[in-house]
C-alpha cells in the first residue's frame, strides 16, 4: 500500500520530477491542511497583499465570500436588477400622482398626495427587491447546478442565512435610496424625513423580511415556474394592497379590517411614519409586529438552513 | 493513523432503493482508491456522503478524522470533490471563479496558487475567459482547479473520464496520478474498468449499495479462480469441449477451473494427437472479477443513470 503520508508534500518530492507542468507542491512547499487543523482564513501566500479588485480583501470567513458573490451578481446585471426598479417606482409615481393628486386627500389634507404616495414606493421597492434577489439568486444556483461548489465549502448555515439575507437587503435598499433620491424632484419636502430613525428600521427589517421570504421561495421552487407563482400571485398583490397608493382610512370598512391582515401594512405604514411623523396605526405596534415577524422568520429560516432542507439529500 | 476516508456502517434508503446498505470501508493516506461498480450502485450517493450533500440514515462517515456530519467544517477543508456533472456560474470568469472557491474556504489571498494551478491544468490563457464561453473539456478541468484551489489532502473525483475526449482523459489520468504521487490521497469512481485497472492501487466494487468486493488491484486480478486459456489447434479434444467458451475458426477460448488443470488440457492434446499451433493464457481483468463477485456482468455501456446523484 502506498502509505505517503500527507507531509511528504512539505519535503520536496517535487525535486526529482522533471516535467515542468506539473510540479505541483508549490515551489514554498505549501502547508496541506492536517487532521485537527482547523483555522479559518488561513493565508495561503501571505508575502503577496491582498489584490483590490473581484476578491480583495473584504472577507475572513467563508460566508464573506457568499455574500461578496451575491453581491457582484446583482451588480453585474444592476441595470436589470437596480435601474429598472426604480424607473419603475417613478412610472407609478407620474401616472398615479398626476391623476389623483387632487382628488385624494391623506393625513387630513395635512401632506399631499404625491409625497404620501413616495414613502410607500419607496418601501414597496425594498420588499420587492429583496425577494427578488435571494429567490431568483437560489433558483438560478439551483438550475445550473452550481449551488453544490458553496455546499462544498465550510459554510455554516448562519454564514449562507447572512450572505443571502444581507445581499437582498442590500440590493433592496439601493434601489429603495435610488427611487427616494429620484423623487425628491416630485416631492422636494422628504429631504428632510421627520424621524429618520424609523426609516432605516423598517426599511432594514423590511427587507430582511422579504430576503428571508425570498429565501425560503427559493429553496422551495424547483423550477423558475413556482417561483414566478410564489411572486406574482402572493408577493406582488401583498405589497401593491397594503396601501403604498392610500392610507387605509379611506377605505370601506371591510377593506379597512382586511389591510389590517396583511403584513406588509405595517412596514409601510411603519417606514412612512418616518417621513412625516404620521401613519395609520402607531409606529410601535409597527415595529413590535415586523419585529416579530423577522425574528420569527430569522428563526425559521435558519432551522431549514440547518436541516439542510431542499439542499442536501 | 488517522484514515484519508472512513465508512462505518453507512446505509441510506431512497424510497423503495437500498442506495446504499452497510458500507464499511478506510483509505489510508496516499492511497489511490478506486470506487467500482455500474451506474446505480451507489457510488455517487457514497461520495456525497463525504461532502454532506447526502446525509447517511445511519452510520457514519469521515474526511481525516472528522465526522462528515459532527465536524463538517473541518472534513470540507480537508476534502476536494470534482463533480460529475459540469457545472458552473455563468455570471464569472475562470479566475473569479477560483477566487470564489477560495474564498469559500476562507482562503483570503490565494491568487498566486490559483495561478499555479490554471498553468497545470493548462488553462492559463483562459483564465479571464468568461466560463460560458469555454468548451466541455475545459469546464471540466475548471472543475477539478476548483476542487484543488483549497489544497485538500483529500480529493474525490467522481467519474472524471464521462463524456471526456480520449486527449483529456489521458490528461487528467497523468494530472491525478501526479497528484497522488504528492501525496494527496485519490478517491476516484468510475464504471470504465480500464480507468480503475490503469490507475487504482486498491478497488472496493460496489454492487447494489453493497461493498462485493475490496482488495488490492493485484489481489483481486489473481483470485479470478477461472483461467481463460485461448487454444489455436484444428480441433479441442472431446473430453474438453464442454469447456470451451467460444470458439473463432481454429481459436478457442477454454476456461480452466484451476491452473492445475493446464496439464490435463496438454495430456488430452497429446493423447489425441492435436498439434498445438497457439497457446495462450488471457489475462484476467477486472471484468472476470466483476463477474465472479457478484455473478452478473458489468454492462460498462449503459446509459448514465442519473437518479442516484446529489444534485
Known sequence: MNN?????????TAS???????????????????????????????????????????????????????????????????????????????????????????????????????????????????????????????????????????????????????AGVLRGVLVGIGVWLAALFFAPQLWHPVAPGWIIAFGFLGGAVLAMLGMIAGLWSEKFDQLATFQN????????????????????DFWFKVSHLNPFFYMIDGFRYGFFGESDVSPWLNLALVGTACALLTWGTWALLARGWKLRI | MTCAVEFQAVSRRFGDLQALDDISFQIAPGEFFGLLGPNGAGKTTLISILGGLVRPDSGRAFVMGHDVATDYLNSRRNLGVVPQEVVFDPFLTVRETLRFQAGYFGLRSADDWIDEVLHHLSLSDKADKNMRTLSGGMKRR????????????????????????????????????????????????????EEAETLCDRIAMLKSGRVAALDHKQKLLSSVDAKMVRLTAARVPDSW???????????????????????????????????????????????????QMTGSHFEPNAEEARGEAAA
Open chain 2, 142 to 193: 475548471v472543475l477539478v482547479a476548483q476542487a484543488l484551489v483549497h489544497k485538500p489532502p483529500v480529493i474525490v473525483l467522481d467519474e472524471p473520464s464521462a463524456g471526456v475526449d480520449v486527449e483529456l482523459r489521458h490528461a487528467l489520468w497523468a494530472f491525478i496520478s501526479r497528484l497522488n504521487k504528492e501525496g494527496h490521497t485519490i478517491l476516484l469512481t468510475t464504471h470504465y474498468l
Open chain 1, 4 to 12: 505517503v503520508v500527507s507531509d511528504s508534500m512539505n519535503t520536496g
Open chain 2, 241 to 291: 469441449l464442454a469447456r470451451v467458451r467460444r470458439t473463432e475458426g481454429q481459436s478457442f477460448l477454454i476456461e480452466l477451473q484451476r491452473f492445475e488443470e493446464m496439464e490435463m488440457l496438454l495430456a488430452a492434446l497429446r493423447a489425441e494427437n492435436i498439434a498445438i499451433k497457439d497457446l495462450r493464457v488471457e489475462k484476467s481483468d477486472l471484468e472476470q472479477v466483476f463477474l
Open chain 1, 16 to 166: 526529482n520530477q522533471a516535467d515542468t507542468k506539473f510540479p505541483f507542491p508549490a515551489p514554498s512547499g505549501y502547508p496541506l491542511p492536517q487532521a485537527g487543523e482547523g483555522k479559518e482564513g488561513a493565508d495561503l501566500n501571505q508575502k503577496r497583499p491582498s489584490r483590490h479588485d473581484a476578491a480583495g480583501s473584504l472577507y475572513k470567513k467563508p460566508w464573506h465570500m457568499l455574500f461578496y458573490k451575491e453581491v457582484l451578481r446583482f451588480r453585474r446585471v444592476s441595470f436589470q436588477t437596480v435601474a429598472a426598479p426604480v424607473m419603475m417606482a417613478l412610472l407609478y409615481l407620474l401616472i398615479f400622482s398626476h391623476v389623483l393628486e387632487s382628488r385624494v386627500s391623506v393625513f387630513g389634507g395635512r401632506v399631499s398626495y404625491t409625497a404620501f404616495l413616495v414613502p410607500g414606493l419607496i418601501m414597496m421597492s425594498v420588499l420587492q427587491n429583496a425577494f427578488a434577489n435571494t429567490s431568483s439568486s437560489l433558483i438560478q444556483s439551483k438550475m445550473a447546478g452550481n449551488m453544490i461548489f458553496f455546499l462544498l465549502a465550510p459554510i455554516t448555515p448562519w454564514g449562507f442565512f447572512l450572505a443571502y439575507v444581507l
Open chain 1, 233 to 252: 400571485f402572493i408577493i406582488m398583490p401583498m405589497t401593491f394592497l397594503s396601501g403604498v397608493f392610500y392610507s387605509v382610512h379611506s377605505l370601506p
